[in-house]
């Protein structure tokens, strides 16, 4: 292995300087999630913020109006449409439109085709969402948003390292390296680390920020329960095989992880299930496949 | 030739010659493909768990959405699928691949050997010997299988066999 590797050099410095760079989250969907949490707020103000925008109002009348609901009348309004949602569907849909631009990309170092990462990121969401309901977890949407966005890092490091990227699936293959120690060997930081650079950059709460930042670190992620829910939604997805990377099974799981949340076998394997049936519905829905 | 797309907990049967079965998200499910080594005709299952949970609201959606969801239910399901559509089980011919894991966790989250066990298990029982397996390991894998012809393709880390 060439001594490139191992190398201390200041990658991660040079990419933390180039993410004012990336393309901000809109904010109008920063607004919107606002909204939905202001006690004082109404459907008729969120609408009057989202009708202005034609690719959302578009995904909330489709979502709306698919099979999955089976309305026997077309909803063609918007405030209607949002009114017949509720805020948990609300939500998910603006985060996925907005996240779909970032997301729907290849990531070549990673090994990953047009719209593995989107498909992956959906399925953690639908994945922590459902382990936070059973967990007693009292905000299931935080963990929905945290886990869509838990791999953002990886479209910064394609984007400002791409060609290195290649270099650490060799290094984490020839070397049977955790894919995390691989990242830190080459570029002195690893794709977590960076998304949580990026989540903070766009101001979003701490709590998302630092699951997103442990949730491949066993010794982080069992301190904190939502950082554990990332971490465990992220490591069924990976099971299921879907939108996998190269980095996919490079990494060890913290043998407590389970008692922290307090699931057993049997949980994670209704887990699965549930996860899988809502995935599926969530492709139709979306477009995914 | 038409290629089909055999995804999570699902199962496909074809007896049109020279159709490719694939799954290409196999991680820690298990492929199990089941072939005539004299007639065309073969399968692909995609199972995900060793049994099938209960789950009281949805258990009905399950069986009928995701046939291969569990090994324990959902292979001899997909046997029995395969001997209407003309399977000789004197001919018949087994190869298994996927249940990848990481490098260390719980056996409790270790879904791929709790699955491989459970094939293996019902296997054994039926005194079916595997022709070729292709299991564990720290990657995803893509499994393909053409109706007609012997052997089964696996595609991981940038290396291909031939099972």
Redesign the interface.
Known sequence: MSDDYNAPDFTLERIFEKLVNLPTFPKVIQKALALLKDPNSSIAKLAELLRYDPAITANILRFTNSAHFGLAQRITDLETALTFLGQQHITEILLASASLPYLNTPIAGYRMEPKDLWRHSIATAIAAETLAKLCSYPDPPTAFTGALLHDIGKIALNIFVGERLEGIFQLAKQEKLLFTEAEWRVLGGDHAVIGAEILQLWEFPHDIVRAVRNHHDPDLYIQDTLSAIMALANILVIQMGIGLGADAFRYNIHAELLNKLRLTRADIHRCVAMILLDFNRSQDMLNLE | MQTFSIK??EMMVSKEPGAVLEAC?????LAVCIADANAPVAGLALF????????PN?FD??QE??PA?AAMSGLPLFFKRMLQEGLSMDNMKVWIAGA???????A??S??SQTYTAVKKILEANKIKIAGEHVG????RCVRLVVGQDGVQVSF?DQEVML
């Open positions: 999570n907990g998200s196999v991680g820690a499910n995900v768990l060793p049994q099938m949970p209960q789950m949805a959606e399950a959405r995701l969801l990848a894991c990481f490098f260390s966790g719980p409790d989250l879904l791929g390991g720290q990657f995803k880390d």
